[in-house]
């Protein structure tokens, strides 16, 4: 076995390649298509997928929805304070990240808008984050909405004017931190496009955490911990997913969230299963796939869990000259970046 080191994935990235704002259109994104196994590399728009696929192939998108997570309050004591809510504990308690952290201690209260939300810091998790306990009246999602902003990545500078660009146009199941962005290209007159040519689309739920953007900070990869985040597969995708692989079809994951999934709830010979609980799997070079014949990605972080998977799929070298071209040919990364397809 060879043993990879976090700067295997290291690429210099000019700094105006960063998108900050998603496009007017979504299917507008550029498309850069690697082979992964000749390591060739074409250039297209998202909005030309069809012609890229084939019928009998299917398509796997994430229908999660991102939450309205970052709640500015003030402290009872005065002084302003930034929650993000990762996941829920139990019943009105959250588990969060908080800043500043040395003003949130144990017992401290905060008070978001007129009032209609107040929070009390029950205890201290592992890694620092706090476990708030919410009070409200009416419905807590309704609550966030009217206060809550979206908890969008470091990297994104700027509030965007329409939260609705930082969801994917199909999400419907609530409770990301961050958008399963790979999703973001689609329209719904591509998705039946895509129908129409005789491309199957399915839906699987992974509710994306905050640690997605967590830094590996070990220098061998394989001592670096994953987050785990909770999924659901439901019968109708298994039943779609098992029948094209029985057909000689692609399987196509819409982001690593979906690819993560879809290994997860696979056997050796790629069949899924109905399935539902958390998922750490780390997946980085030298993992065999067992279900996904292809891959639908934004351009991911240096160093990042996330081109550590891409690199698993299609080969590090093949990847890491990918991402060359696309920055010789100034394609737009990360969040409200452009797109790859792995085939």
């Not at 399935?275 to 972080?301: A, Q, R």
Request: net charge negative; proline share 4%.
């Amino acid at each position: 076995m060879v043993f990879m080191k976090k700067s295997d994935f290291y690429f210099d990235l000019p700094e105006d390649l960063i998108a900050q704002f998603p496009l007017e259109s979504r299917e507008q994104s550029r498309l850069l298509c690697l082979d992964r196994i000749s390591g060739a590399v074409t250039h297209n728009k998202f909005f030309e997928l069809p012609m890229l696929l084939r019928e009998g192939d299917c398509l796997v998108l994430n229908d999660s929805r991102v939450l309205p997570a970052r709640l500015i309050g003030r402290l009872e004591s005065g002084g302003a304070v930034e929650i993000v809510l990762l996941r829920e504990v139990d019943n009105n308690n959250w588990e969060c990240l908080v800043k500043p952290g040395r003003k949130i201690k144990v017992g401290v209260r905060v008070v978001f808008g007129d009032g209609e939300l107040t929070a009390k810091v029950r205890s201290v998790a592992v890694g620092g984050n706090r476990v708030i306990e919410f009070s409200y009246t009416g419905i807590f999602l309704h609550v966030l909405e009217k206060l809550g902003r979206m908890p969008l990545p470091p990297y994104i500078h700027n509030e965007i004017p329409d939260a609705e660009r930082y969801q994917t146009v199909y999400s419907r199941e609530v409770g990301s931190a961050a958008a399963p962005t790979a999703g973001l290209h689609f329209t719904h007159e591509l998705l039946e496009e895509l129908c129409q040519k005789g491309i199957k689309i399915c839906y699987l739920t992974l509710h994306v955490g905050l640690g997605t953007f967590r830094p590996v900070k070990t220098d061998d990869i394989e001592d670096h911990e994953m987050h785990a985040e909770f999924y659901v597969i439901n019968e109708d995708t298994v039943n779609i997913v098992n029948e094209v692989k029985q057909k000689g079809g692609r399987v196509v994951a819409v982001g690593t969230t979906s690819c993560r999934v879809l290994e997860s709830c696979s056997d050796d010979s790629g069949i899924i299963s109905v399935s539902s609980g958390f998922t750490g799997i780390f997946i980085y070079p030298g993992y065999k796939f067992k279900c996904i014949d292809g891959l639908i990605t934004n351009f991911h972080l240096p160093e990042s869990t996330l081109i550590m998977l891409v690199s698993a799929f299609a080969g590090r070298e093949n990847v890491l000259n990918a991402y060359d071209k696309a920055i010789k040919n100034k394609y737009r990364f990360f969040s409200f970046g452009d797109a790859m397809l792995i085939l």
